[in-house]
């Protein structure tokens, strides 16, 4: 679950983080009030949306004056950014920006463990300088019995500054961090940009927390603040009807038993030069409720062109399969394509049931995900 930027700095001042002072604004005349209320020449206008890439989008602004604010509030509120219509801003003191770093602690699978990731590049090309010189981006793995001791938060710290009074300054940043991060079960907790100010001071401009779904009923203060997006409604939909659902984007609608297979259903399609729509796995059953439902979740999506339904039947026999998918589709109305592919337990009377009709029937797992990708195209 993702926060936005103001309710993140939020929590991090609950931490003692030091961070700008800023104020959500939701239309024009509010980012005014904030701007007689803030008592600063310039301030910073921020889209505040659910995605990264605001800056290189326009969504960030500095204004000078009363005036460019109320130019810059206007042109950003309603916004569209990756899909997401900017609905407020943050409106924030400008600060003295000297230099711009990069601070988060992340999960990281491979150790089992949280990372402290920093970098002396930080700021919007964060991105770039992780994919073109990684050995810029300094790790640390945090081991949970001891959390981040004085001694490891000043090595870290010395890695982003030379000057001694500057590491003493930054050690608590790195410490206060780390404690937010596992006292809300965060799975990440990010800094981009910790700026040092002209002033020498280090703070804080930018703030991104992401949280573990699962962990989110110990914290229902940070679930109410959950705003879900229209996929992840779905996503949340098809959970209560007993389906594991992810939007992916492409345009080849999987619906498949089984967590693997499904995984190794969209690594077929993309192997034959296929995109596909979305991870869903149904599970065992062959009730034709679900599988009602899993299509009109699959064909709610515009963007899907055609079908796949592969099924393995193990304890769940193909026939009853067929059955199932027959009496479904007696229901559901649809021009797209729709290939089968059943394996297993009483494949060949599934086959037989199917065969007749409309859809497109595949004996291997190899000849239906090429019938969906040239159906596709």
Do not use: W
């Not at 961070?19 to 959500?24: G, H």
């Not at 990264?52 to 004056?65: N, P, S």
């Not at 067929?322 to 009377?349: D, Y």
Request: glycine fraction near 8%.
């Amino acid at each position: 679950m993702k926060v936005h930027e103001y309710q993140a700095k939020e929590m991090f001042a609950a931490y003692g983080l030091p961070v700008d002072k800023s104020i959500v604004c939701r239309s024009v005349e509010d980012a005014v009030k904030a701007y007689e209320q803030l008592d600063a020449q310039k301030v910073i206008v921020k889209a505040q949306v659910h995605t990264g890439g605001r800056g290189k989008a326009g969504g960030v602004k500095l204004a000078d004056g009363e005036a460019e604010l109320r130019k810059h509030a206007a042109d950003i509120l309603g916004m569209d950014i990756k899909g997401f219509t900017v609905d407020r801003i943050l409106v924030g003191q400008a600060v003295h920006i000297d230099k711009e770093y990069y601070v988060s602690y992340v999960i990281d699978r491979s150790s089992k463990a949280a990372i402290l990731m920093l970098s002396r590049e930080g700021g919007m090309d964060i991105e770039e300088v992780a994919r073109t010189t990684p050995e810029k981006i300094h790790k640390f793995v945090i081991d949970p019995s001891i959390g981040v001791p004085d001694y490891l938060a000043r090595e870290a710290a010395f890695t982003l500054f030379d000057d001694i009074a500057l590491v003493r300054k930054a050690a608590p940043v790195f410490q206060k961090l780390y404690k937010l991060f596992v006292a809300n079960d965060a799975s990440l907790a990010e800094i981009n940009p910790l700026v040092l100010t002209r002033e020498g001071e280090i703070m804080a401009i930018d703030a991104k927390m992401t949280f573990d779904d699962n962990a989110l009923y110990r914290h229902p203060k940070t679930a109410a603040l959950n705003e879900p997006s229209e996929e992840e409604k779905k996503e949340q939909s098809a959970k209560s009807k007993g389906f594991s659902y992810v939007h992916l984007g492409g345009d080849i609608g999987c619906m498949v038993n089984g967590a693997g297979l499904a995984m190794a259903t969209m690594d077929m399609i993309k192997l034959y030069g296929g995109n596909p729509a979305n991870f869903l796995d149904i599970g065992g059953s062959s009730n034709p409720t679900k599988v009602i439902e899993a299509m009109k979740l699959l064909l709610g999506d515009k963007n899907v062109k055609v079908v796949l339904i592969n099924i393995f039947g193990g304890i769940t026999r193909c026939d009853d399969v067929a059955q199932g998918l027959l009496e479904a589709f007696r229901q559901i109305r649809t021009e797209v394509p729709i290939v089968i592919r059943l394996t297993g337990t009483n494949e060949k009377e599934g086959r037989a049931l199917l065969q007749g009709t409309h859809f497109h029937v595949a004996e291997t797992m190899g000849d239906a995900t090429q019938m969906a990708v040239k159906l596709s195209k």
